[in-house]
């Protein structure tokens, strides 16, 4: 099904703005900011008018800057931009040490997932205006994540809801210290989410002043993004989810602001173990000379490994000399540690830290060991809740003191 034929099955369901005693113009532009894809049919059969009249009232709006162009795309502020998986999560828990090759008894809980949608709702938390692609199945799971997403002041607009598929579903089975042992995900809806289906978008894409993509999409839609990029010059950061999914991001990373993965997912993209300190370094340089202009490493409880600006030897920002040592020192690979905190539950404690990390590259910022000092703490007090995004997260976290740090 064509991507057109997709948004006008989404329009049928669009939301009726009231009518009352306001103009035809006003109600008219009442329903486009209900759903900025509604069909001209769609506003003609709900508020009595021909097609012409509709057209007349939209060129209307368009010459007032209330409308700017194609898709009915409103003036608003900047945004960040998730692009990736929202999903419904399962998370299953054991009572008792787990034994694999058994049956073990556990606690079971859902909750709304996906690296994208997890990011955005701790960007929504934080105070950014933010909006998530994504896609959708037919299904109570997409009534209910769309539902949560408006309740947190996430706009989904563009997201589609793909007819006769399920939405995505992540489970993890979690040991009795809730750290996680195996997870399994249903995630081939994504695979929907095509260099075509970001096109079909773009009206919505444009507010976009930073975005963040998560290794869920296909590469052929990853390549896109770094394209816009490196053309558009709009900062991009990519989340790795898996190790497999590494096959996804491209060669050619030119135009990456950062790149967020973990050890085995550098592994996977480097071909090879990364036992010390200097290999990772080493990764680190490679994805860099690939033209990611910072990675950042994470490694669980432990901390996270950060890039630094370099400059050329013999270069700095005054055009004073450098030596080689310097200038090599200049390029190390930073560590900061996690801190030592009473895990409840490690679900989405990465997702808050890539969160946290952005949000102050999208506030201007370019001190990238502050936002892993923001985006660690985000994360120990993700793993002290039992939610996925923790409720108690705002900017103010970012100036208190730590609370629960063990000695």
Request: aromatic content about 4%.
């Amino acid at each position: 099904m064509s991507w057109s034929r997709i948004d006008q099955v989404n329009d049928s369901a669009c939301q009726r703005a009231p009518r009352h005693e306001m103009s035809k113009k006003e109600q008219l532009y009442g329903l486009i900011r209900a759903n900025p894809f509604i069909s001209q049919q769609e506003m003609a059969q709900a508020l009595g008018l021909s097609r012409s009249a509709v057209a007349g009232h939209v060129a209307s709006l368009i010459r007032e800057r209330r409308l700017v162009g194609r898709a009915y795309v409103l003036p608003r502020e900047s945004s960040v931009l998730c692009v990736g998986a929202a999903n419904l999560d399962r998370k299953l828990r054991t009572t008792e040490p787990l034994r694999m090759g058994t049956s073990n008894p556990a606690t079971a809980a859902e909750t709304f997932g996906g690296v994208a949608r997890n990011i955005a709702e701790n960007l929504a938390r934080l105070g950014t205006p933010c909006a998530l692609l994504t896609a959708l199945g037919d299904d109570s799971a997409g009534q209910a994540l769309r539902a949560h997403a408006r309740e947190c002041g996430i706009d989904m607009t563009g997201t589609p809801v793909l007819p006769g598929v399920a939405t995505g579903t992540y489970t993890a089975v979690l040991d009795a210290g809730g750290e996680m042992a195996v997870a399994l995900a249903d995630m081939g809806l994504y695979e929907q989410l095509t260099p075509a289906f970001l096109a079909s978008r773009q009206a919505q894409r444009s507010a976009a002043s930073f975005v963040i993509a998560d290794l869920n999409l296909p590469h052929d839609t990853v390549a896109l993004l770094l394209d816009e990029a490196r053309r558009d010059g709009i900062p991009l950061a990519i989340v790795a989810v898996s190790q497999p999914k590494m096959a996804r991001l491209p060669r050619d990373l030119a135009g990456l602001r950062l790149l967020i993965l973990n050890r085995g997912e550098l592994e996977a993209r480097a071909g090879r173990p990364l036992p010390t300190e200097a290999a990772v370094r080493d990764a680190c340089r490679a994805v860099r000379a690939e033209g990611a202009q910072d990675v950042i490493v994470t490694c669980g409880a432990a901390g996270v490994y950060y890039t630094a600006a370099h400059m050329a030897a013999g270069d700095t920002a005054d055009n004073t000399a450098v030596t080689k040592t310097a200038a090599k020192a200049m390029d190390d690979l930073h560590w900061l540690p996690a801190h030592d905190v009473d895990v409840v539950d490690v679900t989405g404690a990465g997702d808050a830290f890539s969160a946290a990390v952005c949000w102050t590259l999208a506030q201007g910022g370019t001190d990238l060991a502050e936002a892993c000092a923001r985006g660690l703490r985000a994360a120990a007090l993700t793993v002290q809740s039992p939610h996925t995004v923790s409720p108690a997260l705002t900017a103010e976290l970012f100036s208190a003191p730590l609370l629960n740090d063990k000695d």
